[in-house]
Every structure is written in structure tokens, then in C-alpha cells.
């Protein structure tokens, strides 16, 4: 298996698949279409064999196809599968040009594939289409959205959700309370929400809603995690007068730490491929507020394991953030149902479920026999 990716900034997904024993390590491949980085490192302590393509630009891509062909005619594996827009335009080329026998396009990015027009669709269809052999969606959202946008047919997508590490995110052995006193939330209602500040993640219209819906709850807070610029979402709630109850914290690196000092996570997101954040924080026993994105209709059952908005409107958000207050007594219920309702996305189950897929799509009873994927 050779699996490639984008670039070589840190991908835990990787990680958590190839710690879960569901993949054999000695038959596996993880490299980068950019130049070496977290990726390589990460890999290099996991055993597993990497590599970097250097590419700095697209317009070094026809090189960096060139020495992959080159990767892919020495190890000649059976599975290639590519990740992001850039690995997959590289890596599916290379494994065409070396008629790998399956050709796989992991399909992470395709959420987006409406907010950008034809600068992603054109090459979203060419991905999908003659460059790969199958499609694997996180999720039946984006399944769809190949479907009616890239043209794809049906019976070339599997829906396969991420795998996590669920021992480590156990609300049992982690406490908050020390994030409560750092951030002064102590005796709050803490509303959380977590992610890079971008326009998809539609934080300022989150901000709208809280000033709308809890203005008049006064112990009530929002706090907001992740990396980005954080200046704009701070004009905003000054001009809305709840400045001193909105925290914009930056990214951190104690998140499941940061969730369980949450009361309720809130999710407004414009468009999610798969939305990890809403698992693990199911799996921290969080009840779940969330825009209809990526996982989450799969997995909140209202009133149950969380609450889902209509849309990502303000006004939308704001309904959802009172809804959920209203049932602030069954919290504790609702966050133990969520974790229930996660347990089966382990690790484990995703790597047997790509083994499975690799041995079907080459002909084999069992995924027991070796192969190798490219990412």
C-alpha cells in the first residue's frame, strides 16, 4: 500500500490508523507530494517506509509525478489511495502511468467541492473519474455531494467513517476543572466550540446566535478554539456588547482536556467532509450541537446524543442554542449517550474495513494477504 498526501504538516489520522494494528506496517507506504516535514518524522518513529516529492508548487507537479513513477516501478505495490486535491492529482497520475491494480481517491476534501466553483470541480471530476479506480467518502454527506457534483457513479463510492482512538478519549481519565480556572469559567455554562478560523467554520455567525439566544443568561460563556485570526470574531462581539463573555483562545494542544471543560460543543459549520471534532466530542460525553454537516446527521439522534440546527443561519444556531439550554437537566444523559453512540468508530474497524475493501477490489477472499497503499 503507498497512501499520498498533499503536504507534510502533522496528520494524525495516520497515526491513529497504523497504532490501531490494522494495517501491517512492513507493507506500508506514507508520503507527501511537498517537501519533508512532521509527516516523515512521524512516520520514521512509527517504522513505517516514507517519503517526500518536494514539490514546493503545482508547477513542479509533472517532477514530482516523475519521481513517484519512479517510487511506485521499484516497490510496485498493489493499493495506491491518495488524500487531499493535490496528493490525489499527483498520486493518481503516478499510479495510472504504473498501472497500479487499485487505485484508490480518499475523498476528504469533497465538502467543499460547492463553495469553490469549477477551480475545484474541474479537478475533482478528473480525480473521480478516469484517475481512479474506487472512492472512499468519511461520510454519506459527501458521498452524495460527488454524486451530484463530480458526476460520480454510485457504485464507485464506499462510505468509510474515520477511526479514532477511543481508550484516549475517555472522560473518565481526563479533567477540565484545571482549563475551567485557567480561563476563568469557573460556576459558567460553557458553550465550546473548536476549529481553524476560516469562513466554512462560520464562527461569526456562531457569535451572532449566542448574542441573540443568551444574552440574557448571564452565567452563560462561549469559547472558541483554533487556530486563525481571531480579530475580526473580537470586533464582532464587541459591537454586540458580549465581549467579556466571549473567550477566543487560539489553538491548543490539550483538546480533550479543553472538552471536557465544555458543557455543551457547538458545531456551526458551513460544510464538513466528516467533522472529527463532533466524534471526539460525542466521545467525551459532550452533548452536541451541529449545523447538518459531514457526520453529524449520521450520528445526533435530537434529543438524544445532541441537537442539530436547520441550517448554519444565525438565526438557525440561535434556535439550537436555546433548544439545548432548554434541556439543560438532561445533559448529563444526553453527553452518555453520545459517547455510546460513537464506540463502534474505533481505529481498528476503519483498518479492517480498508483491508476488506483492498482484498474485494483485488479479487481476494480474505484482506489477510499484504498489500500496500499510497498516501
Known amino acids: 500500500m503507498v497512501h499520498v498526501i498533499s503536504d507534510a504538516g502533522p496528520h494524525p489520522y495516520f497515526r491513529t490508523l497504523i497504532e490501531s494494528g490494522g494495517l501491517d506496517r512492513a507493507s506500508l507506504t506514507v508520503g507527501c507530494v511537498g517537501p519533508a516535514g512532521a509527516l516523515q518524522d512521524d512516520m520514521a518513529s512509527l517504522g513505517v517506509s516514507t517519503f517526500a516529492l518536494g514539490a514546493r508548487s503545482r508547477s513542479a507537479y509533472p517532477i514530482a509525478i516523475a519521481r513517484l513513477v519512479s517510487l511506485l516501478r521499484r516497490r510496485r505495490p498493489e493499493v495506491v489511495q491518495t488524500h487531499l486535491v493535490d496528493g490525489s492529482l499527483v498520486g493518481l497520475s503516478a499510479a495510472r502511468l504504473t498501472r497500479t491494480p487499485v487505485v484508490v481517491m480518499t475523498a476528504h476534501h469533497s465538502h467543499e467541492l460547492p463553495f469553490h466553483g469549477r477551480r475545484l470541480v474541474w479537478p475533482e471530476r478528473l480525480c473521480a473519474g478516469p484517475l481512479s479506480d474506487h472512492i472512499i467518502a468519511p461520510s454519506r454527506q459527501v458521498a452524495e455531494t460527488l454524486v451530484r457534483l463530480a458526476h460520480v457513479p454510485e457504485g464507485k463510492i464506499e462510505v468509510v467513517p474515520h477511526g479514532f482512538d477511543l481508550a484516549r478519549l475517555d472522560p473518565r481519565a481526563v479533567d477540565g476543572s484545571a482549563i475551567r480556572r485557567e480561563l476563568g469559567l469557573e460556576g459558567k455554562v460553557v458553550f465550546g466550540a473548536i476549529g481553524r478560523i476560516y469562513g466554512l467554520k462560520n464562527h461569526p455567525a456562531l457569535i451572532e446566535a449566542f448574542a ?7 452565567e452563560a460563556r462561549l469559547v472558541i478554539v483554533g487556530p486563525g485570526d481571531r480579530r475580526p470574531l473580537a470586533s464582532l462581539a464587541e459591537r454586540l456588547g458580549i465581549a467579556d463573555r466571549v473567550l477566543l483562545c487560539g489553538p491548543r494542544n490539550d483538546i480533550r482536556e479543553v472538552l471536557t471543560a465544555f458543557d455543551v ?37 435530537p434529543g438524544e446524543t445532541g441537537l442539530l440546527c436547520a441550517s448554519p443561519e444565525p438565526g438557525a444556531l440561535a434556535e439550537g442554542l436555546r433548544r439545548m439550554l432548554a434541556l439543560r437537566s438532561q445533559w448529563p444523559a444526553i453527553g452518555a449517550a453520545a459517547r455510546r453512540r460513537v464506540s463502534g468508530l474505533t481505529a481498528l474497524s476503519m483498518a479492517a474495513r480498508y483491508q476488506n475493501l483492498y482484498a474485494a477490489w483485488l479479487g481476494r477472499s480474505t484482506a489477510a494477504a499484504p498489500c500496500t497503499p499510497v498516501a
Do not use: D, K, N, Q
Open 212 to 218: 441573540s439566544a443568551l444574552s440574557g443568561v448571564a
Open 265 to 301: 460543543f457547538v458545531h456551526p459549520a458551513i460544510a464538513e467532509s466528516f467533522g472529527m471534532v463532533i466524534v471526539e466530542a460525542m466521545a467525551m460525553a459532550r452533548p452536541v450541537l451541529s449545523t447538518p454537516v459531514g457526520i453529524a446527521p449520521e450520528l445526533i439522534e
